[in-house]
């Protein structure tokens, strides 16, 4: 199977900046994309930001112009940048994947463990 391992959560005060990495590892898998999701307490999980495997990009009107998803595909990572980050961008943020696994010629989701990003105002 494939797994998604987030490092990068921690606390920063409001203004300041994180960045989020996501590497995938395990069975053959081609990812067709990798994003993020975040789910504040008390609140459904959201769209954050997702990049496809053409490079497009979708983020949630909330974080444009302040995060930045990036990815390395040879290394099967995906990276979130986030700037002038703000109390209510605290949140577990989850690593999400959708892809086949080559040799089962199976489609797959993928989560990750999340990481927690605390904003103190």
């Known amino acids: 199977q494939v797994q998604l391992v987030e490092s990068g959560g921690g606390l920063v005060q409001a203004g300041g900046s994180l960045r989020l990495s996501c590497a995938a590892s395990?069975?053959?898998?081609?990812?067709?994309?990798m994003g993020w999701y975040r789910q504040a307490p008390g609140k459904q999980r959201e769209l954050v930001a997702v990049?496809?495997?053409?490079?497009?990009?979708n983020y949630a009107d909330s974080v444009k112009g302040r995060f930045t998803i990036s990815r390395d595909n040879a290394k099967n990572t995906v990276y979130l940048q986030m700037n002038s980050l703000k109390p209510e961008d605290t949140a577990v943020y989850y690593c999400?994947?959708?892809?086949?696994?080559?040799?089962?010629?199976?489609?797959?989701?993928?989560w990750g463990q999340g990481t927690r990003v605390t904003v103190s105002s």
């Open positions: 990049m496809a495997s053409d490079g497009s990009t």
């Open positions: 999400n994947s959708h892809g086949v696994l080559i040799l089962q010629s199976k489609t797959l989701e993928v």
């Open positions: 395990g069975s053959a898998f081609h990812i067709n994309d």
